[in-house]
């Protein structure tokens, strides 16, 4: 079982930045790809990118690709989203997810485990 807890998200001002954070609760962490998922208000969750479970593999949605990155630190548990250049249509609850396929996953059925999301607002 893999329990993951989102934190850092928050208000923030278009052209502004965010950092989020996802701690997971399990010992091999080192074994689970991580995605990053978003869900605006009326919309249906989708993807905003993924990390391998070495770190060394990130891709992303079109979408934040150049704005947002993504890195994990194995030796803590923790993935981070950085979110630089926001734009109000970034606003959305975001939550992070595991996989334990070795490849790269953009589906929301790819992935196992769910965070409980954390909500960015971007303000105009």
């Known amino acids: 079982q893999v329990q993951l807890v989102e934190s850092g998200g928050g208000l923030v001002q278009a052209g502004g930045s965010l950092r989020l954070s996802c701690a997971a609760s399990?010992?091999?962490?080192?074994?689970?790809?991580m995605g990053w998922f978003r869900q605006a208000p009326g919309k249906e969750r989708e993807f905003v990118g993924g990390i391998s479970w070495s770190g060394t593999t990130t891709y992303f949605a079109d979408a934040v690709k150049g704005r947002f990155t993504i890195s994990r630190d194995n030796a803590k548990n923790t993935v981070f989203l950085q979110m630089n250049s926001l734009k109000t249509e970034d606003t959305a609850v975001y939550y992070c997810?595991?996989?334990?396929?070795?490849?790269?996953?953009?589906?929301?059925?790819?992935?196992?485990?769910w965070g409980q999301g954390t909500q960015v607002t971007v303000s105009s």
């Open positions: 997810a595991a996989t334990a396929y070795n490849r790269n996953a953009y589906s929301l059925r790819d992935y196992s485990y």
């Open positions: 399990v010992r091999t962490f080192i074994s689970y790809g």
